[in-house]
């Protein structure tokens, strides 16, 4: 038997409310796999202030399979976010904007898939 706690006069249980995402666990400092498109890799290199510790292994991996697979920790992940978020927040060229918005919800998706056990929970 299922309970649900009733919200309001909608009837919403708080369980409906609160969105569910598995993520995969993974060791805290482990590298995963991250996919760049062609011109992904091209944003991320030419209009992000990202320094070389995040962009080195962008910069020489090689294209395979139409896309660049790179290895990062989820803390230089989320850092490569901050920088994406930023260069997209001041982006007076409305299709460079969107299209660091749309980059920036991809990686950010896949981060988020992760669970490396530093996650804060919100109350």
Same mark, same amino acid.
């Given at each position: 038997m299922c309970s649900t706690l009733s919200v309001g006069s909608a009837g919403r249980s708080a369980w409906a409310l609160k969105a569910v995402v598995m993520r995969k666990k993974i060791k805290e400092g482990q590298k995963v796999t991250v996919r760049f498109g062609p011109r992904e890799r091209q944003l991320v290199l030419d209009h992000t202030f990202a320094g070389p510790d995040l962009t080195g292994a962008l910069r020489?991996?090689?294209?395979?399979?139409?896309g660049h697979?790179?290895?990062?920790?989820l803390d230089d992940l989320? &850092?490569?976010?901050? /920088?994406?978020?930023?260069e997209a927040?001041? =982006?007076t060229d409305k299709k460079l904007r969107k299209e660091l918005d749309a980059l920036y919800g991809r990686l950010r998706? &896949?981060?988020?898939? /992760?669970?490396?056990?530093?996650?804060?929970? =919100?109350?």
């Open positions: 020489r991996v090689q294209l395979v399979e139409g697979a790179v290895r990062y920790t989320d &850092e490569l976010l901050g /920088y994406v978020a930023a927040n001041h =982006a998706r &896949e981060m988020e898939s /992760y669970d490396d056990g530093q996650w804060q929970q =919100a109350f």
